[in-house]
């Protein structure tokens, strides 16, 4: 088994895990300006993107822009991971290859604990992407633990690079944010994936 055979049903059932559902939870975070690079990029991109219509298009015109650009608002004080094999539990499932993974270490060479932030790029909506990102998600929790370098949440995100969804994993509970954040308002998504790094979400 792999993150990508999980869905958010068997993910929650296989580890026991309480899901909390609700609708905001992200809202009243603080909006981050993104810079006119950014905004350039996403003008140009999104439409090519959309038109494209597939998922590699969407995580690398519209997905990797918004994140390297976190990376810099961080002034590169974090790590960012496109495309990388994580398997941390071959016996529970939690293996496979993280779409975009982000680390508070500075380190970029190799992955450095800890882990807090991990995006799942899908081409048509984000929920159907909930299960294989919890499932990332719980792995980041357990490659912390086992590096001794332990923070009390995990975040993580679903995206088709136009529509966003945001969860939060604090020990066996789970947040769902049931709504979703447009990349035309990109200050809010930037606002919220800031927040997570600053562990303030």
Partial sequence: MA???FTLE???TTFQL???ESAGIFAEIEPVTPSTHLTTALERN???AVAIGTEKARSEMIVANVLIELREHFDRH???FSGIDFSVDVESGLTGVCDFLVSLSPSQFFLEAPIITLVEAKNAEPKLGLGQCV???LAAQRFNQEKENNI???YGATTTGTEWQFLKLEGQKLHIDMADYQIAECNKVLGILSS???QKA
Avoid: F, G
């Fill in 196 to 198: 997570m790094v600053s």
């Fill in 78 to 80: 974090i790590s960012l």
């Fill in 135 to 137: 499932a990332e998600m």
């Fill in 10 to 12: 068997s993910v929650v």
């Fill in 152 to 154: 009390p949440s995990i």
């Fill in 46 to 48: 999104v439409p090519l």
């Fill in 18 to 20: 309480e899901k909390v």
């Fill in 3 to 5: 993150y990508s055979n």
